[in-house]
């Protein structure tokens, strides 16, 4: 990613000088000569759905500070977005952020299921500076430096699988600088809206199910039939899933935000992914009791597959934004 960044190979979709302006056409033509050649460019992980955001509402000096060390893969992000009591309902959110009298910004409130904080290098928080407006307005949108500014702690969660990739964040009277604002003061639902868009497109994209299938075919030579069928479905499951990500792909590279059909593949992607990880421990018999080797990859690859229906909106929100926006029912 460090050498073909420069190029605008790594990102092909997005603008010049961090891209290629690619479209669709071209877009294949240079992954199909990545592949040829075996190079595989490294994923950015969150900020796969920052750089969209900080494109489509950054600044310019926030452009040029930001994006050629993100693509590089020199700079690594967390989402300050959910709280202990704003999850599924974000906008109710009550992190505060303050001006101060020489124009910063003074924050106070807590943040939960923060992926990476413990080792990001900057962050975006969606914080309240109008408590009196409604919910989804006097929200701002603001680019903060996790490893300088003082007044932050991290703290990471243990989770069921015995690691941390989740923490709470604690905020207490953090400054942040006056040009930390991304889009306009109190105009941060708009540019979070195009965050999580990006993000449930990541969150489906993020499982390599054609290789779990592959893994479960081997195992399952021999098997009898009904395990075939439950095989059979999860290939159609996988090539349903191949084409809407087609669409939603489609939609980004012609400069279009994904919107609620994101929020479709994301709803089949992670129920999809739960039932291959059941089935692949399911095969496995007794070696998924083993600690090492593939049991111990199978019971970690089900453990996290569980909370796939609540990182990146739960699957209950997602049900909504799908009844909503693409089958026009009243709101819940």
Request: negative net charge.
């Amino acid at each position: 990613r460090r050498a073909l960044a420069p190029t605008g190979y790594a990102a092909p979709h997005l603008p010049e000088p961090y891209g290629l302006g690619a479209g669709p056409l071209q877009q294949l033509a240079v992954q199909r000569a990545l592949d040829e050649a075996g190079i595989t460019v490294s994923g950015l992980g969150i900020a796969t759905w920052v750089v969209p955001s900080l494109l489509a509402h950054g600044t310019p000096a926030q452009q040029r500070e930001h994006l050629g060390p993100t693509l590089r893969g020199e700079r690594l992000w967390c989402q300050l977005f959910s709280e202990p009591g704003a999850g599924s309902d974000l906008a109710s959110l009550r992190t505060r952020a303050e001006r101060t009298e020489d124009g910063r910004w003074r924050i106070n409130g807590q943040k939960v299921w923060t992926s990476a904080a413990q080792w990001a290098h900057h962050g975006i928080l969606l914080a309240r500076t109008d408590p009196a407006a409604p919910k989804h307005q006097g929200l701002t949108y603001f680019l903060v430096d996790m490893r300088n500014t003082p007044g932050i702690d991290v703290r990471p969660l243990k989770e069921i699988t015995g690691e941390s990739l989740f923490n709470e964040v604690w905020f207490d009277d953090a400054i942040l600088p006056a040009d930390a604002v991304v889009g306009e003061v109190d105009d941060g639902w708009r540019v979070a809206r195009n965050t999580l868009g990006n993000e449930r497109v990541h969150m489906a994209d993020q499982v390599a199910f054609d290789t779990g299938l592959e893994a479960v075919i081997a195992r399952a030579d021999g098997a009898d039939g009904s395990v075939r069928v439950r095989i059979g479905a999860l290939l159609a499951e996988a090539h349903a899933l191949a084409c809407i990500g087609l669409r939603t792909t489609l939609l980004q590279v012609s400069g279009l935000e994904p919107g609620a059909g994101a929020s479709v593949r994301k709803l089949v992607q992670t129920l999809h992914q739960q039932r291959l990880a059941e089935l692949t421990l399911e095969l496995l018999g007794p070696e998924g009791a083993v600690r090492e080797g593939p049991g111990e990859r199978a019971v970690h690859g089900l453990l996290m597959s569980r909370c796939l229906t609540i990182a990146g909106g739960t699957t209950q929100v997602q049900l909504n934004v799908v009844a909503e926006r693409l089958l026009g029912l009243p709101r819940d």
